[in-house]
Protein backbone atom coordinates (compact mmCIF):
# COMPACT_ATOMS: atom_id res chain seq x y z
CA UNK A 1 0.00 0.00 0.00
CA UNK A 2 2.43 2.50 -1.00
CA UNK A 3 0.21 5.75 -2.17
CA UNK A 4 -1.90 4.87 1.03
CA UNK A 5 1.30 4.84 3.29
CA UNK A 6 2.82 8.09 1.82
CA UNK A 7 -1.24 9.74 2.27
CA UNK A 8 -1.27 8.41 5.61
CA UNK A 9 2.49 9.72 6.44
CA UNK A 10 1.70 13.44 5.04
CA UNK A 11 -1.43 13.28 7.48
CA UNK A 12 0.24 12.47 10.54
CA UNK A 13 2.66 14.64 9.78
CA UNK A 14 0.27 17.44 9.42
CA UNK A 15 -1.40 16.76 13.00
CA UNK A 16 -4.68 16.14 11.68
CA UNK A 17 -4.88 13.09 14.04
CA UNK A 18 -4.74 15.41 17.21
CA UNK A 19 -4.31 13.63 20.60
CA UNK A 20 -4.51 10.67 18.66
CA UNK A 21 -0.72 9.45 19.58
CA UNK A 22 -1.86 5.93 18.70
CA UNK A 23 -2.57 6.63 15.13
CA UNK A 24 1.67 6.96 14.93
CA UNK A 25 1.98 3.45 15.85
CA UNK A 26 2.01 0.32 14.04
CA UNK A 27 2.90 2.23 10.50
CA UNK A 28 3.90 -1.00 8.81
CA UNK A 29 1.45 -3.22 9.84
CA UNK A 30 -1.21 -0.71 8.84
CA UNK A 31 0.13 -0.73 5.27
CA UNK A 32 1.30 -4.80 5.22
CA UNK A 33 -1.55 -6.49 6.96
CA UNK A 34 1.32 -9.32 6.37
CA UNK A 35 3.16 -8.13 9.23
CA UNK A 36 -0.12 -8.47 11.02
CA UNK A 37 -1.21 -11.86 9.87
CA UNK A 38 2.28 -13.59 8.66
CA UNK A 39 1.33 -15.99 5.63
CA UNK A 40 -1.70 -13.19 4.63
CA UNK A 41 -2.89 -13.60 1.01
CA UNK A 42 -6.21 -11.71 0.96
CA UNK A 43 -8.38 -8.92 2.57
CA UNK A 44 -11.84 -9.60 2.31
CA UNK A 45 -13.96 -6.45 3.61
CA UNK A 46 -17.45 -6.55 4.57
CA UNK A 47 -20.00 -3.94 5.74
CA UNK A 48 -22.55 -4.23 8.61
CA UNK A 49 -25.45 -1.40 8.29
CA UNK A 50 -26.45 0.66 11.66
CA UNK A 51 -28.70 3.35 10.28
CA UNK A 52 -31.60 4.21 12.79
CA UNK A 53 -33.64 6.58 11.29
CA UNK A 54 -34.92 7.35 14.69
CA UNK A 55 -34.43 10.66 16.50
CA UNK A 56 -34.13 11.68 20.34
CA UNK A 57 -37.72 13.15 21.37
CA UNK A 58 -36.66 16.19 22.64
CA UNK A 59 -34.99 18.36 19.93
CA UNK A 60 -33.19 20.17 22.36
CA UNK A 61 -31.68 17.16 23.57
CA UNK A 62 -27.97 16.90 22.99
CA UNK A 63 -27.32 14.35 20.55
CA UNK A 64 -25.62 11.39 19.80
CA UNK A 65 -24.62 9.59 16.78
CA UNK A 66 -26.23 6.61 15.54
CA UNK A 67 -24.09 4.02 15.64
CA UNK A 68 -23.75 4.59 19.33
CA UNK A 69 -27.72 3.77 19.66
CA UNK A 70 -27.02 0.18 20.90
CA UNK A 71 -24.26 -2.44 22.13
CA UNK A 72 -21.03 -2.08 21.66
CA UNK A 73 -20.18 -2.93 17.72
CA UNK A 74 -17.07 -4.30 17.98
CA UNK A 75 -18.22 -7.30 19.82
CA UNK A 76 -21.15 -8.12 17.80
CA UNK A 77 -19.56 -8.33 14.31
CA UNK A 78 -16.91 -10.11 15.95
CA UNK A 79 -18.85 -12.98 16.84
CA UNK A 80 -20.26 -12.50 13.15
CA UNK A 81 -16.70 -12.66 11.33
CA UNK A 82 -15.55 -15.75 13.68
CA UNK A 83 -19.10 -17.51 12.33
CA UNK A 84 -18.14 -16.16 8.38
CA UNK A 85 -14.45 -17.63 9.29
CA UNK A 86 -15.49 -21.08 10.48
CA UNK A 87 -17.96 -21.23 7.49
CA UNK A 88 -14.95 -20.78 5.01
CA UNK A 89 -13.20 -23.25 6.95
CA UNK A 90 -15.79 -25.85 6.51
CA UNK A 91 -15.98 -25.06 2.88
CA UNK A 92 -12.28 -25.06 1.78
CA UNK A 93 -10.48 -26.83 4.70
CA UNK A 94 -7.97 -25.42 6.48
CA UNK A 95 -8.01 -21.40 6.73
CA UNK A 96 -5.29 -19.60 9.23
CA UNK A 97 -6.34 -15.85 9.48
CA UNK A 98 -7.99 -13.03 11.85
CA UNK A 99 -10.90 -10.84 12.24
CA UNK A 100 -10.85 -7.35 12.28
CA UNK A 101 -13.56 -4.67 13.42
CA UNK A 102 -11.71 -0.89 13.82
CA UNK A 103 -9.85 -2.37 17.15
CA UNK A 104 -6.22 -3.12 14.94
CA UNK A 105 -3.70 -1.20 12.89
CA UNK A 106 -6.11 -1.79 9.50
CA UNK A 107 -6.43 0.48 6.77
CA UNK A 108 -10.00 -0.25 6.28
CA UNK A 109 -11.58 2.05 3.89
CA UNK A 110 -8.46 1.71 1.86
CA UNK A 111 -9.30 -1.94 1.37
CA UNK A 112 -12.78 -1.52 1.17
CA UNK A 113 -11.71 1.07 -1.82
CA UNK A 114 -10.04 -1.28 -3.06
CA UNK A 115 -12.59 -4.18 -2.93
CA UNK A 116 -14.86 -2.17 -4.76
CA UNK A 117 -17.27 -1.87 -0.98
CA UNK A 118 -17.76 1.67 -1.74
CA UNK A 119 -15.74 4.87 -3.02
CA UNK A 120 -13.75 7.13 0.01
CA UNK A 121 -16.58 9.88 -0.27
CA UNK A 122 -15.67 14.15 -0.01
CA UNK A 123 -16.43 13.20 4.25
CA UNK A 124 -13.49 11.10 3.64
CA UNK A 125 -16.23 7.70 4.81
CA UNK A 126 -16.48 4.81 2.38
CA UNK A 127 -19.84 5.45 0.60
CA UNK A 128 -21.95 2.27 -1.34
CA UNK A 129 -23.97 2.96 -4.08
CA UNK A 130 -26.95 1.19 -2.79
CA UNK A 131 -26.33 1.55 1.14
CA UNK A 132 -24.80 4.85 1.49
CA UNK A 133 -22.68 5.33 4.22
CA UNK A 134 -24.25 4.66 7.85
CA UNK A 135 -22.63 1.32 8.42
CA UNK A 136 -19.07 -0.67 10.02
CA UNK A 137 -16.57 -1.76 8.16
CA UNK A 138 -14.79 -5.25 9.29
CA UNK A 139 -12.28 -7.67 7.77
CA UNK A 140 -10.86 -11.08 7.15
CA UNK A 141 -7.51 -11.30 6.62
CA UNK A 142 -6.39 -14.67 5.17
CA UNK A 143 -3.88 -17.14 3.47
CA UNK A 144 -6.19 -18.29 1.60
CA UNK A 145 -5.52 -16.59 -2.59
CA UNK A 146 -8.81 -15.75 -3.91
CA UNK A 147 -9.97 -14.05 -6.77
CA UNK A 148 -9.52 -10.12 -6.30
CA UNK A 149 -12.46 -7.69 -6.78
CA UNK A 150 -11.24 -4.37 -8.43
CA UNK A 151 -12.36 -0.21 -7.17
CA UNK A 152 -15.20 1.36 -8.40
CA UNK A 153 -16.16 4.89 -9.34
CA UNK A 154 -16.21 7.85 -7.15
CA UNK A 155 -19.95 9.36 -7.82
CA UNK A 156 -19.13 12.80 -5.27
CA UNK A 157 -19.05 14.64 -8.56
CA UNK A 158 -19.83 18.37 -7.88
CA UNK A 159 -21.51 17.73 -4.64
CA UNK A 160 -19.97 19.85 -1.75
CA UNK A 161 -22.94 19.16 0.78
CA UNK A 162 -20.48 17.60 3.50
CA UNK A 163 -17.58 20.12 2.96
CA UNK A 164 -20.70 23.11 3.54
CA UNK A 165 -22.43 21.45 6.26
CA UNK A 166 -19.57 20.90 8.50
CA UNK A 167 -19.85 23.06 11.39
CA UNK A 168 -16.11 22.70 12.79
CA UNK A 169 -14.60 23.54 9.03
CA UNK A 170 -12.64 19.65 9.65
CA UNK A 171 -13.11 18.54 5.84
CA UNK A 172 -10.80 20.52 3.27
CA UNK A 173 -12.30 22.85 1.10
CA UNK A 174 -12.02 20.33 -1.76
CA UNK A 175 -12.92 17.67 0.33
CA UNK A 176 -11.45 13.94 0.80
CA UNK A 177 -9.11 14.93 3.71
CA UNK A 178 -10.14 15.19 7.15
CA UNK A 179 -8.19 17.17 9.98
CA UNK A 180 -9.32 14.73 13.05
CA UNK A 181 -8.67 17.76 15.53
CA UNK A 182 -11.39 19.42 14.40
CA UNK A 183 -13.99 17.02 13.71
CA UNK A 184 -16.64 17.18 17.10
CA UNK A 185 -16.63 12.78 16.47
CA UNK A 186 -13.28 13.34 18.00
CA UNK A 187 -13.45 16.35 20.19
CA UNK A 188 -16.90 14.55 21.49
CA UNK A 189 -15.49 10.79 21.73
CA UNK A 190 -11.46 10.92 21.38
CA UNK A 191 -10.24 14.09 22.77
CA UNK A 192 -9.76 13.16 27.08
CA UNK A 193 -9.12 17.53 27.95
CA UNK A 194 -11.61 20.07 27.56
CA UNK A 195 -12.98 20.48 24.19
CA UNK A 196 -10.95 24.09 23.28
CA UNK A 197 -12.86 27.51 23.48
CA UNK A 198 -12.53 28.06 19.89
CA UNK A 199 -15.27 25.31 19.33
CA UNK A 200 -17.87 27.31 21.29
CA UNK A 201 -21.51 27.27 19.41
CA UNK A 202 -19.91 24.64 16.39
CA UNK A 203 -20.89 21.61 18.12
CA UNK A 204 -24.60 21.67 16.87
CA UNK A 205 -25.86 20.29 20.31
CA UNK A 206 -23.87 16.89 19.83
CA UNK A 207 -22.51 15.44 23.09
CA UNK A 208 -21.37 11.78 21.69
CA UNK A 209 -19.86 11.03 17.54
CA UNK A 210 -21.52 13.44 14.84
CA UNK A 211 -23.47 12.49 11.63
CA UNK A 212 -24.21 15.74 10.14
CA UNK A 213 -21.78 14.97 7.24
CA UNK A 214 -23.99 11.79 6.67
CA UNK A 215 -26.91 13.09 7.21
CA UNK A 216 -26.23 15.83 4.06
CA UNK A 217 -25.17 13.07 1.90
CA UNK A 218 -27.72 12.41 -1.20
CA UNK A 219 -26.41 8.53 -1.15
CA UNK A 220 -27.62 8.14 2.41
CA UNK A 221 -31.22 8.34 0.51
CA UNK A 222 -30.35 4.61 0.04
CA UNK A 223 -30.04 3.47 3.60
CA UNK A 224 -31.95 1.28 5.20
CA UNK A 225 -32.97 0.52 8.61
CA UNK A 226 -30.58 -2.17 9.86
CA UNK A 227 -31.56 -5.47 11.17
CA UNK A 228 -29.32 -6.41 13.81
CA UNK A 229 -31.64 -6.60 17.47
CA UNK A 230 -28.54 -5.62 19.27
CA UNK A 231 -28.48 -2.20 17.70
CA UNK A 232 -31.80 -1.06 19.13
CA UNK A 233 -31.28 1.77 21.45
CA UNK A 234 -32.12 1.22 25.25
CA UNK A 235 -35.91 1.99 25.67
CA UNK A 236 -35.16 5.55 27.51
CA UNK A 237 -32.19 6.71 25.47
CA UNK A 238 -34.60 8.63 22.48
CA UNK A 239 -36.78 9.45 25.33
CA UNK A 240 -34.87 11.30 27.33
CA UNK A 241 -35.22 15.35 27.47
CA UNK A 242 -32.27 18.61 27.49
CA UNK A 243 -32.99 18.32 31.21
CA UNK A 244 -32.84 14.84 31.80
CA UNK A 245 -29.42 14.74 30.38
CA UNK A 246 -28.28 17.98 32.15
CA UNK A 247 -29.20 16.36 35.08
CA UNK A 248 -27.81 12.62 34.48
CA UNK A 249 -26.84 10.36 36.84
CA UNK A 250 -24.05 7.78 36.98
CA UNK A 251 -26.40 5.02 38.00
CA UNK A 252 -28.57 6.20 34.48
CA UNK A 253 -25.62 6.09 32.25
CA UNK A 254 -24.85 2.62 33.56
CA UNK A 255 -28.26 2.01 32.94
CA UNK A 256 -28.75 3.53 29.64
CA UNK A 257 -25.11 2.42 27.99
CA UNK A 258 -24.95 -0.53 29.19
CA UNK A 259 -22.54 -2.63 26.89
CA UNK A 260 -22.57 0.64 24.68
CA UNK A 261 -19.61 1.95 22.60
CA UNK A 262 -20.48 5.48 24.73
CA UNK A 263 -18.80 3.82 27.42
CA UNK A 264 -15.51 4.94 25.88
CA UNK A 265 -15.89 8.32 26.51
CA UNK A 266 -17.44 7.23 30.60
CA UNK A 267 -19.69 9.08 32.53
CA UNK A 268 -17.14 11.85 33.20
CA UNK A 269 -16.81 12.35 29.49
CA UNK A 270 -19.96 12.11 28.67
CA UNK A 271 -20.85 15.01 31.32
CA UNK A 272 -18.21 17.16 30.35
CA UNK A 273 -19.63 17.08 26.86
CA UNK A 274 -22.87 18.14 28.05
CA UNK A 275 -21.50 20.98 30.28
CA UNK A 276 -19.91 22.48 27.51
CA UNK A 277 -22.80 22.90 25.25
CA UNK A 278 -24.57 24.05 28.02
CA UNK A 279 -22.34 26.64 28.81
CA UNK A 280 -22.43 27.60 24.77
CA UNK A 281 -25.99 28.28 25.49
CA UNK A 282 -25.74 29.83 28.69
CA UNK A 283 -22.98 32.10 27.60
Request: proline share 5%.
Amino acid sequence: MEEESHRLEGWLNSGFHGKMSYMENHFEMRTDPRKLVPGAKSVITLMYNYHNPETQKDALAPKISQYAYGKDYHQIIKAKLRELLEFLRDKVGEVDGRCFVDSAPVLERDWAKRSGTGWVGKNTLLINPKAGSYFFLAELIIDLEMEVDGPIKDYCGTCTRCIDACPTDAISPNGYVMDGSKCISYLTIELRENIPTDFKDKMDGWMFGCDICQEVCPWNRFSKKHQEPAFEPHPELLELTKNDWEELTEETFRKVFKKSAVKRTKYIGLTKNIKFLNSNQNS
